[in-house]
């Protein structure tokens, strides 16, 4: 045991979700253009839309009742050229653990999304 060492910053992670019950079946490949508060990370919780193609999605940032918004991205996402994603289509929300943004347009968001709770 003494060979093993952990390096870099120590920190927490927000819990978005007291429960998951259903997500997008085998995640959706994302098209990360936008920026965010902590740069080259997805936060938890980030609306994931359907594009006018149809086979492609991307982050929402100002529409929140698009009805192309499939779910929540279900925890932090590291970018990097093209982001695998697991999308929240069911469960329980915290809405103090999303981004301000987010957080903006979650009277939205339960419009269209009714099969997450929000609290």
Known sequence: MKAIT????AGTQKVVYD???????????VDPKTNFSTPGIIPAGTPI?????GNEYEIEQ???DNADIIGLTQ???????YVLANIVVAG?????????????GVPDLKKVLPRISFY
Not at 19 to 29: E, I, L, M, N, Y
Request: charged share 30%.
């Open 49 to 53: 839309k359907r594009t006018t193609a």
């Open 75 to 81: 925890e932090d996402l590291k970018i990097d050229d």
């Open 19 to 29: 429960q998951v019950d259903s997500t997008f079946v085998g995640g959706v490949h």
């Open 62 to 64: 100002t529409n929140f």
């Open 6 to 9: 952990k390096s870099g910053a």
């Open 92 to 104: 329980t929300c915290r809405i103090q653990a999303l981004e301000a943004t987010t957080k903006a």
